[in-house]
């Protein structure tokens, strides 16, 4: 097993140049943040108290697996655009400082991983989920950088925001993810740090899969 961690704040390029390096790589691709959003989503759905028993027993007994092209199913489905919308945006952070859920989706996100050549996006999987990993990487990139992707992102799916919108979403996420008690957004003390303001997507991906290659020998 071989795993490769990227982690970095919303809007900061995680899962597209995640997907990316694991298909150069020939690695599994796993995105933690789908992890939360799919309990998010449940939780809009399930409408009950966000702590609650009930609703802790319900993502719990959720079984998630990765197909063999890394499409990520959640109890036989696989996840798809109900869990990309605005909605589920706006309060996935609410439901990810919840410290039952982060231990629950944790623990699921390193059964997924185990045993695997895997490249694992998310916010704490360098610190927290896969500590021992192989490579560590926190990608960074401004605000406004952030919000652009995000808001073109969400125009090439067809959902009708305003881009200030998407600016306050970027702005509260990155609080709420940077002040949590439980798991903080940080990088890890061995990760190494990349901004992609001013890089083109291109340009990201081959600088990263050098730095992993080169890594991966001292693993």
């Known amino acids: ?5 990227i982690d970095g704040p919303a809007g900061s390029g995680k899962s597209s140049v995640s997907r990316e ?6 690695f599994k691709h796993l995105d933690t943040g789908a992890l939360y959003r799919a309990a998010t989503f449940l939780w ?19 079984n998630f697996y990765l197909s063999g092209d890394s499409t990520l199913y959640m109890n036989g ?23 039952e859920i982060r231990e629950i989706i944790t ?15 998310g916010r704490d999987i360098g610190t927290v989920v896969l500590p021992s990993a192989c490579v560590k990487i926190f990608l960074t990139a401004s605000v406004d950088e952030r919000a652009h992707r995000r808001y073109e992102d969400y125009k090439s799916r ?3 925001v305003r881009f200030e919108e998407v600016v306050k979403e970027i ?9 949590r008690e439980v798991a903080p957004l940080k990088p890890a003390k061995d990760a190494i740090i990349f901004s992609t303001d001013g890089f083109t997507f291109e340009e990201v991906v081959s600088k990263l899969y050098s730095l992993i290659v080169e890594k991966m020998k001292q693993c």
Do not use: C
């Not at 390096?21 to 020939?26: N, S, V």
């Not at 623990?107 to 996006?121: D, S, T």
């Open 21 to 26: 390096l694991a298909k150069k790589l020939g």
């Open 171 to 179: 702005e509260l996420r990155d609080k709420i993810d940077s002040t």
């Open 44 to 62: 809009i759905k399930s409408r009950k108290e966000l702590a609650s028993q009930e609703f802790l027993k319900m993502v719990k007994s959720a």
């Open 107 to 121: 623990q699921k996100a390193r059964e997924i991983a185990n045993g695997k050549r895997i490249v694992v996006e």
């Open 158 to 160: 067809g959902v009708s």
């Open 77 to 99: 489905k696989p996840l798809g655009e109900e869990i990309r919308t605005v909605k589920v945006g706006k309060v996935v952070s609410k439901v990810a400082e919840v410290p």
């Open 1 to 5: 097993m071989i795993y490769i961690t």
